[in-house]
């Protein structure tokens, strides 16, 4: 388990800490006090994984969409 601060995880990092807690208390060979803190370690990485969802849905939701279907704001790219 990476000791790393759940604030400091990018959502990617996170949700595959995340995974590796799930599955650790899934397999249930760890003692009681060991599931606490993992438990704990998951609810804290739970959040910060909704959190930052609902940053990157706000983000989405104030795109709008101009004339032609290109988002406002936004160069085309050519030349390519």
């Known amino acids: 388990m990476s000791d790393k601060a759940v604030e400091d995880m990018s959502f990617e990092e996170a949700m595959a800490a995340l995974e590796a807690v799930v599955s650790k208390l899934e397999r249930g060979d760890v003692p009681l ?3 606490i803190t993992l438990y704990e370690r998951g ?4 959040n910060h994984c909704e959190k930052r969802l609902n940053e990157a849905e706000e983000k989405v939701s104030q795109i709008t969409l101009g004339e032609g279907g290109v988002p406002k704001g936004m160069v085309p790219v ?3």
């Not at 609810?43 to 739970?46: E, M, R």
């Open 78 to 80: 050519t030349g390519l």
């Open 33 to 35: 006090d060991q599931s």
């Open 43 to 46: 609810a804290a990485l739970k």
